[in-house]
Protein backbone atom coordinates (compact mmCIF):
# COMPACT_ATOMS: atom_id res chain seq x y z
CA UNK A 1 0.00 0.00 0.00
CA UNK A 2 0.85 4.01 -0.40
CA UNK A 3 -1.39 5.05 1.66
CA UNK A 4 -1.99 7.18 4.87
CA UNK A 5 -5.32 7.02 6.55
CA UNK A 6 -6.42 9.98 8.55
CA UNK A 7 -9.31 8.93 10.80
CA UNK A 8 -11.26 11.80 12.31
CA UNK A 9 -13.63 14.54 10.89
CA UNK A 10 -12.36 17.77 12.71
CA UNK A 11 -9.61 20.17 12.35
CA UNK A 12 -6.55 18.04 13.96
CA UNK A 13 -7.77 15.45 11.04
CA UNK A 14 -8.42 18.35 8.33
CA UNK A 15 -4.71 19.74 8.91
CA UNK A 16 -3.27 16.66 9.14
CA UNK A 17 -4.60 15.94 5.88
CA UNK A 18 -4.11 18.76 3.64
CA UNK A 19 -0.21 18.82 5.80
CA UNK A 20 0.70 15.79 3.74
CA UNK A 21 -0.65 17.15 0.46
CA UNK A 22 1.17 20.42 1.12
CA UNK A 23 4.45 18.77 2.25
CA UNK A 24 4.21 16.65 -1.17
CA UNK A 25 2.81 13.24 0.10
CA UNK A 26 2.50 11.44 -3.29
CA UNK A 27 0.56 8.45 -2.08
CA UNK A 28 -3.64 7.70 -1.10
CA UNK A 29 -4.79 9.96 1.13
CA UNK A 30 -8.12 8.91 3.01
CA UNK A 31 -9.85 10.49 5.62
CA UNK A 32 -12.56 8.47 7.91
CA UNK A 33 -15.34 10.61 9.57
CA UNK A 34 -18.31 9.29 11.87
CA UNK A 35 -20.06 12.89 11.03
CA UNK A 36 -22.02 13.18 8.32
CA UNK A 37 -20.63 17.05 7.64
CA UNK A 38 -17.62 17.67 5.61
CA UNK A 39 -15.13 19.36 8.37
CA UNK A 40 -16.17 22.84 10.54
CA UNK A 41 -15.38 24.55 13.35
CA UNK A 42 -16.74 24.18 16.65
CA UNK A 43 -15.93 27.31 17.70
CA UNK A 44 -18.88 29.75 17.40
CA UNK A 45 -21.76 26.63 18.11
CA UNK A 46 -21.71 27.82 21.67
CA UNK A 47 -21.81 31.28 20.60
CA UNK A 48 -23.32 32.50 17.15
CA UNK A 49 -24.80 29.38 16.06
CA UNK A 50 -26.83 29.17 19.11
CA UNK A 51 -27.51 32.91 19.55
CA UNK A 52 -29.13 32.13 15.87
CA UNK A 53 -26.89 35.24 14.60
CA UNK A 54 -24.41 32.45 12.30
CA UNK A 55 -25.51 29.93 10.01
CA UNK A 56 -24.74 26.33 10.55
CA UNK A 57 -23.32 26.36 6.92
CA UNK A 58 -20.59 29.28 8.64
CA UNK A 59 -19.16 27.59 10.98
CA UNK A 60 -18.09 24.98 7.60
CA UNK A 61 -14.19 25.09 6.57
CA UNK A 62 -13.12 25.50 3.30
CA UNK A 63 -13.07 22.31 1.54
CA UNK A 64 -10.92 19.94 1.68
CA UNK A 65 -8.10 19.62 -1.87
CA UNK A 66 -10.05 17.22 -3.96
CA UNK A 67 -6.89 14.71 -4.20
CA UNK A 68 -8.11 13.72 -0.40
CA UNK A 69 -10.76 11.15 -0.25
CA UNK A 70 -12.71 12.04 2.41
CA UNK A 71 -15.38 9.35 3.81
CA UNK A 72 -18.25 10.76 5.52
CA UNK A 73 -20.80 8.68 7.97
CA UNK A 74 -18.06 6.08 8.12
CA UNK A 75 -16.74 5.14 11.74
CA UNK A 76 -13.52 3.21 12.58
CA UNK A 77 -14.24 0.38 14.77
CA UNK A 78 -10.71 -0.90 14.98
CA UNK A 79 -7.04 -0.52 14.53
CA UNK A 80 -4.51 -3.53 14.08
CA UNK A 81 -0.91 -1.83 14.62
CA UNK A 82 1.03 -4.56 14.11
CA UNK A 83 -0.63 -5.26 10.42
CA UNK A 84 -1.08 -1.85 9.87
CA UNK A 85 -4.90 -2.24 9.16
CA UNK A 86 -7.99 0.02 10.20
CA UNK A 87 -11.68 -1.48 10.54
CA UNK A 88 -14.05 0.40 9.17
CA UNK A 89 -17.81 0.39 10.06
CA UNK A 90 -18.95 -0.91 6.21
CA UNK A 91 -17.19 -3.53 7.21
CA UNK A 92 -14.14 -2.32 4.59
CA UNK A 93 -10.53 -2.76 5.81
CA UNK A 94 -8.51 -0.37 5.03
CA UNK A 95 -4.09 -1.00 5.31
CA UNK A 96 -2.36 1.63 5.76
CA UNK A 97 2.07 2.70 5.70
CA UNK A 98 0.82 5.89 7.61
CA UNK A 99 -2.33 6.78 10.42
CA UNK A 100 -3.25 9.82 12.03
CA UNK A 101 -5.81 9.20 14.85
CA UNK A 102 -7.43 12.32 15.30
CA UNK A 103 -11.02 10.89 16.51
CA UNK A 104 -11.65 13.50 19.26
CA UNK A 105 -13.71 13.66 22.01
CA UNK A 106 -17.56 13.69 23.22
CA UNK A 107 -19.52 15.55 25.23
CA UNK A 108 -20.21 13.59 28.65
CA UNK A 109 -22.85 13.08 29.86
CA UNK A 110 -24.21 13.07 33.33
CA UNK A 111 -27.30 10.85 32.80
CA UNK A 112 -27.75 7.18 31.25
CA UNK A 113 -28.74 7.06 27.82
CA UNK A 114 -32.07 6.47 28.14
CA UNK A 115 -32.81 9.41 29.77
CA UNK A 116 -33.96 12.41 27.87
CA UNK A 117 -33.69 16.28 28.77
CA UNK A 118 -29.83 16.78 29.17
CA UNK A 119 -28.74 18.80 26.28
CA UNK A 120 -25.02 18.85 25.40
CA UNK A 121 -22.99 20.90 23.18
CA UNK A 122 -20.59 19.50 20.71
CA UNK A 123 -21.56 18.64 17.58
CA UNK A 124 -23.49 20.93 14.91
CA UNK A 125 -26.39 18.41 15.75
CA UNK A 126 -26.05 19.32 19.39
CA UNK A 127 -26.17 22.90 18.85
CA UNK A 128 -29.55 22.59 16.48
CA UNK A 129 -31.24 20.30 19.15
CA UNK A 130 -30.46 23.19 21.75
CA UNK A 131 -31.21 26.04 19.39
CA UNK A 132 -34.55 24.42 19.07
CA UNK A 133 -35.42 23.92 22.49
CA UNK A 134 -34.26 27.49 23.90
CA UNK A 135 -37.33 29.33 21.62
CA UNK A 136 -39.23 28.17 24.57
CA UNK A 137 -37.46 28.37 27.27
CA UNK A 138 -37.70 30.87 29.93
CA UNK A 139 -34.64 29.16 32.75
CA UNK A 140 -31.92 27.73 32.21
CA UNK A 141 -29.30 25.18 34.74
CA UNK A 142 -26.08 25.06 32.95
CA UNK A 143 -24.02 22.23 34.59
CA UNK A 144 -20.26 23.23 34.47
CA UNK A 145 -18.43 26.17 34.40
CA UNK A 146 -15.58 25.92 32.64
CA UNK A 147 -15.19 27.76 28.89
CA UNK A 148 -18.26 26.01 27.25
CA UNK A 149 -20.32 26.11 30.04
CA UNK A 150 -19.83 29.84 30.74
CA UNK A 151 -20.34 30.62 26.64
CA UNK A 152 -23.55 28.78 26.82
CA UNK A 153 -24.70 30.80 29.81
CA UNK A 154 -23.54 33.87 28.26
CA UNK A 155 -25.52 32.82 25.29
CA UNK A 156 -28.50 31.68 27.14
CA UNK A 157 -28.49 34.72 29.33
CA UNK A 158 -28.21 37.10 26.07
CA UNK A 159 -31.48 35.26 24.38
CA UNK A 160 -32.91 37.04 28.06
CA UNK A 161 -33.50 33.20 29.67
CA UNK A 162 -32.73 32.94 33.40
CA UNK A 163 -29.58 31.32 33.71
CA UNK A 164 -28.21 29.04 36.78
CA UNK A 165 -24.59 27.56 36.96
CA UNK A 166 -23.73 24.72 38.76
CA UNK A 167 -20.26 23.66 39.59
CA UNK A 168 -18.27 21.40 41.67
CA UNK A 169 -15.61 24.24 41.71
CA UNK A 170 -15.55 28.25 41.70
CA UNK A 171 -16.45 28.36 37.68
CA UNK A 172 -13.27 29.03 35.44
CA UNK A 173 -10.62 28.77 38.49
CA UNK A 174 -9.00 25.89 38.04
CA UNK A 175 -8.43 26.46 34.48
CA UNK A 176 -8.02 30.73 34.56
CA UNK A 177 -6.74 31.10 38.03
CA UNK A 178 -8.52 33.17 40.48
CA UNK A 179 -7.90 36.49 39.65
CA UNK A 180 -9.32 36.27 35.87
CA UNK A 181 -12.16 34.02 37.00
CA UNK A 182 -13.36 36.32 39.31
CA UNK A 183 -12.99 39.52 36.80
CA UNK A 184 -15.24 37.07 34.55
CA UNK A 185 -17.72 35.82 37.48
CA UNK A 186 -18.12 39.68 38.56
CA UNK A 187 -19.07 40.51 35.21
CA UNK A 188 -21.61 37.38 34.51
CA UNK A 189 -23.49 38.33 38.01
CA UNK A 190 -23.78 42.04 36.99
CA UNK A 191 -25.52 40.77 33.95
CA UNK A 192 -27.72 38.30 36.08
CA UNK A 193 -26.32 35.15 35.97
CA UNK A 194 -26.56 33.20 39.14
CA UNK A 195 -23.90 30.51 40.43
CA UNK A 196 -23.84 27.71 42.65
CA UNK A 197 -21.26 25.89 43.78
CA UNK A 198 -21.79 22.10 44.42
CA UNK A 199 -18.31 20.28 46.06
CA UNK A 200 -19.74 17.04 45.75
CA UNK A 201 -21.27 17.17 42.40
CA UNK A 202 -24.84 17.06 40.95
CA UNK A 203 -27.69 14.89 40.60
CA UNK A 204 -29.74 14.89 37.56
CA UNK A 205 -33.60 14.62 38.32
CA UNK A 206 -36.42 13.88 35.78
CA UNK A 207 -37.29 12.07 33.09
CA UNK A 208 -37.14 14.68 30.74
CA UNK A 209 -34.64 16.18 33.31
CA UNK A 210 -36.18 19.33 34.80
CA UNK A 211 -33.65 19.95 38.13
CA UNK A 212 -30.41 20.00 38.72
CA UNK A 213 -29.80 18.73 42.84
CA UNK A 214 -27.04 18.70 45.10
CA UNK A 215 -25.92 18.92 48.57
CA UNK A 216 -27.81 15.87 49.26
CA UNK A 217 -31.17 16.80 48.10
CA UNK A 218 -31.26 20.37 50.03
CA UNK A 219 -30.25 21.81 47.02
CA UNK A 220 -32.12 22.02 43.94
CA UNK A 221 -32.43 24.40 40.70
CA UNK A 222 -35.23 24.02 37.93
CA UNK A 223 -34.89 24.92 34.46
CA UNK A 224 -37.03 24.39 31.69
CA UNK A 225 -33.37 23.84 30.03
CA UNK A 226 -31.16 21.46 31.30
CA UNK A 227 -26.98 21.45 29.74
CA UNK A 228 -24.47 19.73 30.77
CA UNK A 229 -21.01 21.61 30.21
CA UNK A 230 -19.26 19.08 32.26
CA UNK A 231 -16.49 18.01 30.11
CA UNK A 232 -15.15 15.43 27.38
CA UNK A 233 -14.31 12.03 26.79
CA UNK A 234 -11.65 11.09 24.25
CA UNK A 235 -12.82 8.75 21.55
CA UNK A 236 -10.72 5.72 22.39
CA UNK A 237 -13.07 2.92 22.65
CA UNK A 238 -12.00 1.74 19.29
CA UNK A 239 -8.31 1.32 20.27
CA UNK A 240 -8.87 -1.38 22.62
CA UNK A 241 -6.69 -4.09 21.94
CA UNK A 242 -4.78 -1.77 19.69
CA UNK A 243 -1.38 -2.55 21.23
CA UNK A 244 -1.17 1.54 21.85
CA UNK A 245 -0.63 2.71 25.45
CA UNK A 246 -4.15 5.09 25.98
CA UNK A 247 -4.39 7.21 29.28
CA UNK A 248 -7.52 9.39 28.87
CA UNK A 249 -6.56 9.97 25.53
CA UNK A 250 -4.27 7.64 23.03
CA UNK A 251 -0.35 8.29 24.45
CA UNK A 252 1.97 10.66 21.88
CA UNK A 253 5.59 11.38 22.33
CA UNK A 254 6.77 14.99 21.82
CA UNK A 255 7.00 14.44 17.79
CA UNK A 256 2.36 13.36 18.00
CA UNK A 257 3.65 9.48 17.46
CA UNK A 258 1.87 7.15 19.04
CA UNK A 259 3.78 4.00 18.03
CA UNK A 260 6.13 3.15 14.22
CA UNK A 261 3.99 5.21 11.63
CA UNK A 262 1.33 6.22 13.77
CA UNK A 263 0.47 9.63 14.88
CA UNK A 264 -2.62 11.35 16.93
CA UNK A 265 -3.63 15.02 16.86
CA UNK A 266 -6.08 17.31 18.76
CA UNK A 267 -8.65 16.43 21.42
CA UNK A 268 -7.86 12.82 21.29
CA UNK A 269 -3.98 12.81 22.01
CA UNK A 270 -2.44 12.68 25.43
CA UNK A 271 0.92 13.72 26.04
CA UNK A 272 3.24 12.87 29.37
CA UNK A 273 3.44 16.04 31.24
CA UNK A 274 5.04 14.55 34.30
CA UNK A 275 5.90 11.15 35.75
CA UNK A 276 2.82 9.07 34.72
CA UNK A 277 0.36 11.85 34.28
CA UNK A 278 -1.06 12.40 30.83
CA UNK A 279 -2.97 15.45 29.68
CA UNK A 280 -4.82 16.40 26.50
CA UNK A 281 -4.45 19.80 25.27
CA UNK A 282 -8.58 20.47 24.04
CA UNK A 283 -8.42 23.73 21.95
CA UNK A 284 -7.97 24.92 18.23
CA UNK A 285 -4.75 26.09 18.33
CA UNK A 286 -3.08 23.15 19.78
CA UNK A 287 -5.72 20.62 17.35
CA UNK A 288 -4.18 22.82 14.06
CA UNK A 289 0.18 22.16 15.34
CA UNK A 290 -0.75 18.87 16.28
CA UNK A 291 -2.42 18.18 13.35
CA UNK A 292 0.67 19.38 10.84
CA UNK A 293 3.17 17.26 14.05
CA UNK A 294 1.30 14.21 13.07
CA UNK A 295 1.66 15.34 8.95
CA UNK A 296 5.13 15.69 9.49
CA UNK A 297 6.22 13.48 12.11
CA UNK A 298 4.74 10.39 9.44
CA UNK A 299 6.07 11.82 6.31
CA UNK A 300 10.05 12.31 8.40
CA UNK A 301 11.49 9.85 10.65
CA UNK A 302 13.88 12.54 11.76
CA UNK A 303 11.43 15.58 12.87
CA UNK A 304 12.33 16.83 16.06
CA UNK A 305 10.06 17.38 19.10
CA UNK A 306 7.30 20.10 18.52
CA UNK A 307 6.42 22.76 21.34
CA UNK A 308 2.40 22.82 22.23
CA UNK A 309 1.38 25.65 22.08
CA UNK A 310 -0.53 28.03 24.76
CA UNK A 311 -2.96 30.55 22.82
CA UNK A 312 -6.39 30.40 23.87
CA UNK A 313 -9.89 32.69 23.69
CA UNK A 314 -13.39 32.84 24.86
CA UNK A 315 -16.05 35.01 24.81
CA UNK A 316 -18.56 35.65 26.76
CA UNK A 317 -20.57 38.15 29.20
CA UNK A 318 -19.51 41.28 26.80
CA UNK A 319 -16.20 39.99 26.96
CA UNK A 320 -13.91 38.97 24.68
CA UNK A 321 -10.71 37.72 25.90
CA UNK A 322 -7.22 36.52 24.54
CA UNK A 323 -4.88 34.50 26.69
CA UNK A 324 -1.45 33.74 25.49
CA UNK A 325 0.64 31.45 27.98
CA UNK A 326 0.42 28.42 30.46
CA UNK A 327 -2.91 28.24 32.49
CA UNK A 328 -3.63 28.72 35.16
CA UNK A 329 -2.55 32.26 36.05
CA UNK A 330 -1.04 33.02 39.35
CA UNK A 331 -1.25 36.06 41.48
CA UNK A 332 -1.85 39.08 40.01
CA UNK A 333 -1.39 40.73 37.00
CA UNK A 334 0.01 43.92 35.97
CA UNK A 335 -1.83 46.36 33.66
CA UNK A 336 0.41 47.02 30.19
CA UNK A 337 -2.64 49.11 28.30
CA UNK A 338 -5.86 50.29 28.90
CA UNK A 339 -8.36 50.29 32.19
CA UNK A 340 -9.91 47.96 34.50
CA UNK A 341 -12.98 50.06 35.54
CA UNK A 342 -13.61 49.75 31.64
CA UNK A 343 -13.49 46.69 31.11
CA UNK A 344 -10.88 46.93 28.37
CA UNK A 345 -7.71 46.25 29.33
CA UNK A 346 -4.36 44.48 28.65
CA UNK A 347 -2.61 42.39 31.02
CA UNK A 348 0.72 40.67 32.22
CA UNK A 349 1.42 37.99 34.38
CA UNK A 350 5.56 37.86 35.09
CA UNK A 351 7.00 35.66 38.24
CA UNK A 352 10.48 34.47 39.26
CA UNK A 353 11.16 33.32 35.91
CA UNK A 354 10.01 36.63 33.80
CA UNK A 355 6.56 37.13 31.71
CA UNK A 356 4.58 34.32 31.88
CA UNK A 357 1.18 35.03 30.06
CA UNK A 358 -0.52 37.75 28.93
CA UNK A 359 -3.93 38.33 28.46
CA UNK A 360 -6.11 41.23 26.28
CA UNK A 361 -9.57 41.45 27.49
CA UNK A 362 -11.65 43.72 24.58
CA UNK A 363 -8.47 45.14 23.56
CA UNK A 364 -7.96 44.87 19.66
CA UNK A 365 -4.03 43.89 19.15
CA UNK A 366 -2.47 41.84 16.71
CA UNK A 367 -2.01 38.60 18.39
CA UNK A 368 1.71 38.66 17.81
CA UNK A 369 2.22 40.89 20.34
CA UNK A 370 0.20 39.46 23.22
CA UNK A 371 2.19 36.17 22.52
CA UNK A 372 5.53 38.16 23.06
CA UNK A 373 3.80 39.86 25.91
CA UNK A 374 3.51 36.78 27.21
CA UNK A 375 7.54 35.64 26.95
CA UNK A 376 8.78 33.18 25.25
CA UNK A 377 6.51 30.69 27.14
CA UNK A 378 3.98 30.70 24.43
CA UNK A 379 5.42 30.95 21.36
CA UNK A 380 6.70 27.86 19.18
CA UNK A 381 10.53 27.30 19.09
CA UNK B 1 -7.23 31.28 -6.49
CA UNK B 2 -8.91 34.59 -4.70
CA UNK B 3 -9.30 34.79 -1.08
CA UNK B 4 -11.21 36.95 1.10
CA UNK B 5 -10.88 38.00 4.73
CA UNK B 6 -14.74 38.24 6.15
CA UNK B 7 -16.15 40.40 9.20
CA UNK B 8 -16.08 37.00 10.86
CA UNK B 9 -12.19 37.25 11.34
CA UNK B 10 -11.15 37.87 15.33
CA UNK B 11 -7.65 38.10 14.83
CA UNK B 12 -6.21 35.12 16.18
CA UNK B 13 -3.71 34.55 13.44
CA UNK B 14 -3.75 31.30 13.06
CA UNK B 15 -3.53 32.00 8.84
CA UNK B 16 -0.61 34.25 9.18
CA UNK B 17 1.58 31.33 11.34
CA UNK B 18 0.33 28.66 9.12
CA UNK B 19 0.69 30.47 5.89
CA UNK B 20 3.14 33.56 6.33
CA UNK B 21 3.60 33.61 2.91
CA UNK B 22 0.16 34.59 1.98
CA UNK B 23 -1.20 36.00 5.39
CA UNK B 24 -0.60 39.18 7.43
CA UNK B 25 -2.39 41.22 10.13
CA UNK B 26 -3.28 44.80 9.31
CA UNK B 27 -2.80 47.37 12.37
CA UNK B 28 -5.72 46.48 14.37
CA UNK B 29 -4.62 42.89 14.09
CA UNK B 30 -7.06 41.69 11.68
CA UNK B 31 -6.02 39.40 8.57
CA UNK B 32 -5.39 40.86 5.28
CA UNK B 33 -4.55 38.65 1.84
CA UNK B 34 -1.01 40.08 0.41
CA UNK B 35 -1.92 39.29 -3.09
CA UNK B 36 -5.14 40.47 -4.93
CA UNK B 37 -4.67 36.89 -6.50
CA UNK B 38 -2.87 33.70 -5.03
CA UNK B 39 0.19 32.74 -7.30
CA UNK B 40 -0.17 29.50 -8.60
CA UNK B 41 2.39 27.42 -6.15
CA UNK B 42 1.08 29.08 -2.86
CA UNK B 43 -2.50 28.05 -3.84
CA UNK B 44 -1.94 24.79 -1.59
CA UNK B 45 -0.38 26.94 1.29
CA UNK B 46 -3.02 29.49 0.98
CA UNK B 47 -5.92 26.87 1.65
CA UNK B 48 -4.28 25.44 4.65
CA UNK B 49 -4.24 29.16 5.72
CA UNK B 50 -7.74 29.75 5.32
CA UNK B 51 -8.79 26.24 6.61
CA UNK B 52 -7.17 26.47 10.13
CA UNK B 53 -9.44 29.81 10.43
CA UNK B 54 -11.53 28.63 13.93
CA UNK B 55 -13.96 31.48 13.20
CA UNK B 56 -14.27 30.06 9.07
CA UNK B 57 -13.49 33.79 8.16
CA UNK B 58 -11.55 33.13 5.15
CA UNK B 59 -13.26 32.71 2.00
CA UNK B 60 -11.30 30.80 -1.16
CA UNK B 61 -13.09 31.60 -4.56
CA UNK B 62 -11.05 29.93 -7.07
Redesign the interface.
Known amino acids: VNRIVVVGGS ?1 AA ?2 AA ?2 L ?2 DGYKGDVVMVSEELVP ?3 R ?2 LSKGVLAGTHSLD ?8 NDIELRLGVKAVYLDSQTARVGLSSGEILGFDGLVIATGARARRLTEPARTGEYVLRTQDDAMLLANRLSGSRSAVVVGGGFLGMEVASTLLNHGLEVTVVDRDPPLERLLGRWLADLIVAKAKTLGTRFAVAPAGVELVGDPVDRVRWNGGDSVVCGDLIVSAAGDLANIEWLQGSGLALADGVVVDDRGLAASGIAAAGDVAAREIGHGVFRRIPH ?2 NA ?1 RQG ?1 AAARALLDPSVGPFQPEH ?1 F ?1 TEQFGL ?1 I ?1 IAGKLPLRGDPRVVDGSLEECSVLLQWSDTRGDVAAVSVNQ ?6 LKSLAGSISSPA | MKLEVSNLCEGHALCVQTAPEVFELDEDGYARIKFDRVPADLERVAELGARVCPVAAIVVEQ
Open positions: IATATRAPYSVSSTLLPALPWTVQYWEKRIPVAR
